[in-house]
Structures are given as C-alpha cells and as structure tokens.
C-alpha cells in the first residue's frame, strides 16, 4: 500500500491541453474517485497515474518515489480497464496468474495467489473457462482477480463498471466497496457517473475540462458544492437553478418573483446570483409558491414532478405520493437552510 | 418477445410471395451463379489433369477424339515426367525455396508489422507507405538491379539468390498484410501486459503473436504461394537443370524449340499445383477469418 500524490501534472497532446495542472493528495488505503463528464482528463490522468501516457508537467509520486519516468511495470500497480481486456488466449486461471509468471514466481506461490483470488471473487468454478465463455459480470471479476494477485501498491480502475447491465452495476459496486474494505489497498477509480462516486468513494474529485473542480468526501461535495458545475454534476435529478439578483434579503428572479433566502451572504445586496435548490429539498407547502403542475413521474418511492413557477421550470422530488394532475396547482416551498447561492458571474459559492 | 411480435407483423406480407428461402429463389440466386464460378475457376484444373492423362495420338486428333475427355487413359506423360526428368528435384528445390523465403519474409514482417503499428515514433505512417511503395515497384524492372547484387555477391545460380530476392516482395506484402491484423487486436490488451510486468518482445511472443495465428497463416499462405509461382526471378538468377524452380523448368526443360511437350508440361504443372492446393485447405478457416474477422474476447 502507498499514498499518491499527483503535484501541478499537466498533460498536452500536440498543442491540445487536456491536463492543466491539478493537484490531488491521495492518502494510503483511500478509495478516491475521479469523476466528471466525458472529455474532462478523468481516464488520461489515470494512464498518467499507470505510466501509460507520459506525463509532460509536473510529478506524480506512489510512496515517496517519483514515477515520471518509471515504466509502468515498476510502479507496483494493478489496473482494470472498461473493456476488461483479459487475454482471450488465455484460460482465467493463467490470465490471473500471467503477471506471476512473468516475474518468474514459484509455482506453489502462483498456485496459491490464483486460488485465494478465486476464493474472495467467488471464480472457482471457472477456472478453465476462457474469458468467451464467461458472462459480463464474471468477466469483470477476472479483471479484478487479475489485479487481486499482483497484491499492489495501487489500483487503478478505468470505468470498470460501464459496460454492465444496471443491475448488474449496483451488485458489483457493492463487491468493489467490500473488495477494498477487505483488501484495503489505495484506489483510484474513474467513473462518469455521479452515483457510483457517491456511493463508493472515501472522497470524490470532480474534473472538468483538465482542471479540479473539487474534492472532498462525497456528502460534503453534496451538501456544499464549490461551483455551479460542481452543484449541477452532482445530484440526481440535477439541482434546479434560477437566475436573479439579492434584493431586501430575498431572492428576485429575472422574471419579477421572490424566492425566500434563509440568510442571505453579507454585503451581496443587489449581486447578481444563481439560487440553487435540489429537487429533493422542496417540500409540498400550504402557505408556499403556487406552482403549476407539469409532469408527474412516480417511481414508486417517492414521485417526480415537474413544476412551472413564476414561469421558471422546476423539478421537484416528493417522498409523497402526489395525486395532482397536469394543468393543477400545488404550493411548494423551498427548504431554507439547504438552498445554494452561486455568483452569477464566476459560478463560485456565495452562501458560507 | 419484441422477435416474437417481429415475425407475427412479418408473416401476412410474406404470404404469396416467393420466400427467401424457397427452392428455386435459392437455385436461381445462389447455386446457378456459384455454378458457373466453380467451373470457370476449376476448368483449367480439369484441362490440365486430362492432357496430362491423354496419349499423343489422342492429344492431337480433335476429329475422332471428343477433346474434352479421355478414351484411353495412360500414365506415360507421368513416367517421363518423373524418370525421365530431373521433376522430383525441381519440386524439392521450389519446397526448399519457397519455405526458406517465407519463413524469412514472415519474421522479418512480423517486426516491421508490429513497430510501425505499436511503437509511436516519429514517422511510422510514412515507414508504412515507403514499404509499400516498395512493393509496387514491378519485378520486371527490379531484377536487373537485383541481378548485379546477387552476381556480385557470388550467389549466382544458387538457391540463396532466390531465397533472398524472394523477400523483396513478401516482405512489403506481408508486413501489410500483418498490420491489418494487428491494428484488429485490442490495444488494451497491451497495455494490461504491460502494466502486469511483461516487456515489448515478450508482449509480442506472448500476447499478439498468439492472437494473430490467423494472420501468420494468411500471410505465411500467401508468401509460399507467390514464391511458389515465382517465374522471372528464378529464370534469370539460376542456370543449372538440376537447380531449377518447377515453374521454370518445366518450361525450360519441356519445350524444346517449337517442340512443346504437352503430355509432360500439364503433368509438371498438375503435380506443382497439388502441394499449394493441399497447404490451403488445411488453412482455410484461419485464411479467411483473417481476412474477415477481429479478435473477439
């Protein structure tokens, strides 16, 4: 096990700055997930962290070595790619114990690794089988046996989980998290999708166009996004936000309507801002904003609707089960203490 | 289910149509043009086995012989073939040559193959395209140049000045061939060795090189193949009889003047083919997988 720190590393291709510089101190034993939308660098920071992209700027350290110009075989780690890449030659039992062949293990130890790998991902049965005869799922746990019996210093995982069905996501989401609660071995995860973060990680770091947006543990990154991408990344359904300006310790929206603030920033009178309130904290309010109803989505546990107020279109989250019709009216009240204030101009956190 | 109610909402436009699958669509469609493929393609092939079977006096008479099949088939072509020529040797020289050339060809394309599609260097494309250039430059003109080295070299009428001017062409053939084939397998895979410990010639022995079985063989088909049949350098680089490819012996050796052996000729070219014929349909399902597939997982 290592700590990773990733100090000022910047990657360019060509004349193209896909990297620009960002600064991520990974403590030993943390599971910490890169994410962010397409394109953000998430996946080519990675291969930096793996020594398959050269790193043009800056260092990244695994323990106390510099690894810049290691070549990825000694940097003690292990990685599982998207599509899995096992070697369709190989059986699973020599997939898994390639890496130990190549370092020229004992065969008892090889034999031993293999088997004890089997055992935590439940592979025994398939030992023979060749990765074509195994399904997506299967498939992904050689990938993580594979990684299991090298027994590194860090794991690296590229969007591991995407090309399974959902069901199939959330089960081995669960068996990732116990992987590394049992194993306890630093990670680094790259994922899309804001909902394995939350789930899965000791602390998110949320990329965007080469840079860090923020970083920190996931409820914090929900509670207190730093930034309106930050705010509208995370979150499902997305937050609702609504431009205006301060004024008399409310909010008044472009369209001439007043959203109530539960303490407004100080000094910000008159600023121009972005109100932020996730769908989950409006709550259903006799005294509230009358909204017309737009769409209603029951999921079942709680229902969806979609709202016009003040004509500003919002969604709403109730745990509730709403009988109203399109075209009807509710009241709806925003919940004070969770409502988020964005500069209008620089998308920054106003609200302390 | 959604094919269940596919073929429910397929079945009434069907009805009164001739089905796709009936008789005579297949026969008209399928089995009439492959006919008439197969016997273009295979007539030489019968050609060539019924003159090596006819005897001379049968061989010149088209008025009381029906020239497209044997009266009274014999086997002296063959005998004179075989004893009264140096035949065995020659097929022997050509099996030395061709397999010496394409074993060299294949190892050789196999490295250039692997660097110009795996190593990112400075480059690469325009190496690509310059080894095949290389090939479009015609034997024709090319063994003029290439018959001052092999004369300077000493190889002259040794079965070295064919196994190394053979590589000339297989390897810019192959090694394109080869690219091919590489580019179809995953380059995760990889970076996976790489990362688990194995270095650029072991991920090459280990990893690619098992994957690309197919390949190998199509290319290594087509370079025994094309040195088999090789006429223009093995005419002017060997001059001894015994030395001598099939292709070029059996024209050299068979037609004496205008006296054109038919009987013999047809024999010796019956009997080259068979060993070319033989190494395809052993290869054929890894021929044309290469040529039609990637490397699934």
């Given at each position: 096990?290592a700590?990773?720190?990733?100090?000022?590393?910047?990657?360019?291709?060509?004349?193209?700055?896909?990297?620009k510089?960002?600064?991520?101190?990974?403590g030993?034993g943390?599971?910490?997930?890169?994410?962010?939308?397409?394109?953000?660098?998430?996946?080519?920071?990675?291969r930096?962290i793996?020594?398959?992209?050269?790193?043009?700027?800056?260092?990244?350290?695994?323990?106390?070595?510099?690894?810049?110009?290691?070549?990825p075989?000694?940097r003690?780690?292990?990685m599982v790619?998207q599509?899995?890449?096992?070697y369709?030659?190989?059986?699973v039992a020599d997939n898994?114990?390639?890496?130990?062949?190549?370092?020229?293990a004992?065969k008892?130890?090889?034999?031993?690794k293999?088997d004890?790998?089997?055992?935590i991902?439940?592979?025994?049965?398939?030992?023979?089988r060749?990765?074509?005869?195994l399904?997506?799922?299967?498939?992904?746990?050689?990938?993580?046996g594979?990684a299991?019996v090298?027994?590194?210093?860090?794991?690296?995982?590229d969007?591991?989980?995407s090309?399974?069905?959902?069901?199939?996501?959330v089960?081995?989401?669960?068996?990732?998290?116990e992987?590394h609660?049992?194993?306890?071995?630093t990670t680094i995860?790259?994922?899309?999708?804001?909902?394995e973060?939350?789930t899965?990680?000791?602390r998110?770091?949320?990329?965007?166009?080469?840079i860090?947006?923020?970083?920190?543990?996931p409820?914090?990154?929900?509670?207190r996004p730093?930034?309106?991408?930050?705010?509208?990344?995370i979150?499902?359904?997305?937050?609702?936000?609504i431009?205006?300006?301060?004024r008399?310790?409310?909010?008044?929206?472009?369209?001439g309507?007043?959203?109530?603030?539960?303490?407004a920033?100080?000094?910000?009178?008159?600023?121009?801002?972005?109100?932020?309130v996730?769908?989950?904290?409006?709550?259903?309010a006799?005294?509230?904003?009358?909204a017309?109803?737009?769409v209603?989505?029951?999921?079942?546990?709680?229902?969806q609707?979609i709202?016009?107020?003040?004509g500003?279109?919002l969604?709403c989250?109730?745990r509730?089960?709403i009988?109203?019709?399109?075209g009807?009216?509710?009241?709806i009240?925003?919940?004070l203490k969770v409502?988020?204030?964005?500069?209008?101009?620089?998308?920054?956190?106003?609200?302390? | 289910?959604?094919d269940?109610?596919?073929?429910?909402?397929?079945?009434?436009a069907?009805?009164?149509?001739?089905?796709?699958h009936?008789?005579?669509r297949?026969?008209?469609?399928?089995?009439?043009?492959?006919?008439?493929f197969?016997?273009?393609?295979?007539?030489?092939?019968?050609?060539?086995?019924?003159?090596t079977l006819?005897?001379n006096?049968?061989?010149y008479?088209?008025?009381?012989y029906n020239?497209?099949?044997?009266?009274?088939?014999?086997?002296v072509?063959?005998?004179k073939?075989?004893f009264d020529?140096?035949y065995?040797q020659?097929?022997?020289?050509?099996?030395?040559?061709?397999?010496?050339?394409t074993?060299l060809?294949?190892f050789?394309?196999?490295?250039a193959?692997?660097?110009?599609?795996?190593?990112?260097f400075?480059?690469?494309?325009w190496?690509?395209?310059?080894?095949?250039?290389a090939?479009l430059?015609?034997p024709?003109?090319l063994?003029i140049?290439?018959?001052t080295?092999?004369?300077?070299?000493?190889?002259?009428?040794?079965p070295?000045?064919?196994?190394?001017?053979y590589?000339?062409?297989?390897?810019p053939?192959?090694?394109?061939l080869?690219i091919?084939y590489?580019?179809?397998?995953?380059?995760?895979?990889?970076?996976?060795?790489m990362?688990?410990?194995?270095t650029?010639?072991q991920?090459?022995?280990?990893?690619t090189?098992?994957?690309?079985?197919?390949?190998?063989?199509s290319?290594?088909?087509?370079?025994?193949?094309l040195?088999w049949?090789?006429f223009?350098?093995?005419?002017?680089?060997?001059?001894?009889?015994?030395k001598k490819?099939?292709?070029?012996?059996?024209?050299t050796?068979?037609?004496?003047?205008?006296?054109?052996?038919?009987?013999?000729l047809?024999?010796?070219?019956l009997?080259?083919s068979?060993?070319?014929?033989?190494?395809?349909s052993?290869f054929?399902?890894?021929?044309?997988?290469?040529l039609?597939?990637?490397v699934?997982?």
């Open positions: 096990m700590s990773v720190d990733i100090i000022d590393a910047a990657k360019s291709f060509g004349a193209v700055r896909v990297i510089g960002v600064n991520i101190p990974i030993d943390e599971f910490v997930i890169l994410v962010g939308p397409s394109g953000c660098g998430k996946s080519t920071l990675l930096m793996a020594g398959l992209e050269e790193i043009s700027e800056g260092q990244i350290r695994i323990g106390s070595r510099v690894v810049n110009d290691v070549p075989k000694e003690d780690i292990a790619f599509n899995y890449a096992l369709p030659h190989m059986t898994m114990a390639f890496s130990l062949k190549l370092k020229q004992p008892s130890e090889i034999t031993a293999v004890r790998a089997a055992q991902l439940g592979l025994g049965p398939l030992l023979q060749y990765p074509r005869q399904s997506g799922g299967q498939r992904q746990r050689v990938a993580m594979r299991i090298r027994d590194p210093q860090v794991f690296l995982f969007e591991p989980l090309n399974l069905d959902a069901k199939l996501r089960q081995m989401r669960t068996e990732i998290k992987l609660q049992r194993l306890k071995t995860y790259v994922t899309h999708d804001q909902i973060a939350m899965m990680a000791d998110i770091v949320v990329m965007h166009d080469g860090v947006e923020q970083m920190g543990v409820l914090d990154l929900y509670d730093a930034n309106l991408f930050v705010a509208g990344f979150g499902s359904p997305a937050m609702n936000m431009k205006g300006s301060i008399n310790s409310s909010f008044e929206t472009e369209k309507n007043h959203l109530p603030l539960g303490n920033p100080a000094a910000s009178e008159g600023r121009r801002a972005i109100y932020g996730r769908p989950e904290h409006i709550h259903l006799g005294d509230g904003i009358p017309e109803v737009v209603v989505e029951p999921t079942g546990a709680e229902t609707v709202v016009k107020a003040g500003d279109e969604t989250v109730f509730e089960r009988t109203a019709k399109p009807e009216t509710i009241r009240a925003p919940e409502v988020h204030l964005f500069d209008a101009d620089d998308g920054r956190r106003l609200s302390a | 289910m959604t269940a109610v596919q073929q429910v909402a397929a079945k009434p069907r009805t009164g149509v001739i089905s796709w009936s008789t005579p297949r026969v008209a469609t399928i089995y009439l043009p492959l006919a008439c197969v016997v273009v393609l295979l007539f030489p092939f019968y050609w060539m086995t019924i003159t006819k005897p006096h049968e061989l008479n088209y008025k009381d020239p497209f099949f044997v009266h009274s088939p014999t086997l072509n063959v005998k073939l075989l020529t140096e065995p020659w097929l022997f020289t050509t099996m030395s040559i061709a397999i010496a050339a074993v060809s294949i050789a394309s196999v490295l193959a692997y660097a110009i599609q795996r190593l990112r400075r480059g690469s494309q190496v690509g395209l310059a080894i095949y250039l090939y430059v015609p024709s003109i063994f140049p290439l018959a080295m092999v004369f300077k070299l000493g190889l002259y009428d040794s070295f000045a064919l196994i190394l001017t590589p000339t062409f297989l390897i053939f192959c090694t394109w080869l091919g590489f580019k179809s397998i995953p380059y995760e895979l990889e970076e996976c060795a990362i688990d410990g194995a650029r010639l991920i090459l022995r280990k990893i090189l098992p994957l690309a079985v197919p390949g190998l063989i290319a290594g088909i087509f370079a025994f193949t040195s049949n090789e223009i350098y093995a005419l002017a680089f060997i001059q001894s009889s015994e490819t099939v292709p070029v012996a059996v024209l050796q068979l037609v004496q003047g205008d006296d054109y052996q038919w009987g013999a047809m024999a010796g070219a009997f080259g068979i060993p070319v014929a033989l190494f395809y052993f054929v399902d890894y021929y044309v997988s290469s039609t597939g990637a699934k997982e």
